[in-house]
């Protein structure tokens, strides 16, 4: 199974913003599509976006389109997530995962490798 590491969640203030990063050891993202997901206390795991292995696909949860940006750069084998006008809703656990393959998926369980999250808290 690959290692997944995610990193930059924090607590901040509504209308804030983030950005999260996942990173890979012990192998290369460029062949793996990959894909942000996030879940809050008492909910279900969901998606928030998927990008491509190359970078050229993207999609977002209606929840999210307008505020957040997925992008890669297999160059430094990261793929990030910028999230702007935060709010409470969009206070949860914040995974990204990988599937071997160059399409992009918001199905989580499409993804067989998985980091342990970072954790994001909208509040003032």
């Known amino acids: 199974q690959l290692h997944l590491v995610e990193s930059g969640g924090d607590l901040v203030q509504p209308g804030g913003s983030l950005r999260l990063s996942c990173t890979a050891s012990?192998?290369?993202?460029?062949?793996?599509?990959i894909g942000w997901f996030r879940q809050a206390p008492g909910k279900e795991r969901e998606g928030v976006s998927c990008?491509?292995?190359?970078?050229?696909?993207?999609n977002y949860a209606d929840s999210v389109k307008g505020r957040f940006t997925i992008s890669r750069d297999n160059a430094k084998n990261a793929v990030y997530l910028q999230m702007n006008s935060l709010t409470p809703e969009d206070t949860a656990v914040y995974y990204c995962?990988?599937?071997?393959?160059?399409?992009?998926?918001?199905?989580?369980?499409?993804?067989?490798?998985w980091g342990q999250g970072t954790p994001v808290t909208v509040s003032s």
């Open positions: 012990g192998f290369t993202l460029n062949n793996y599509a």
């Open positions: 990008i491509s292995s190359r970078g050229g696909s993207t």
């Open positions: 995962a990988a599937r071997h393959t160059s399409f992009r998926s918001m199905n989580l369980y499409e993804y067989d490798s």
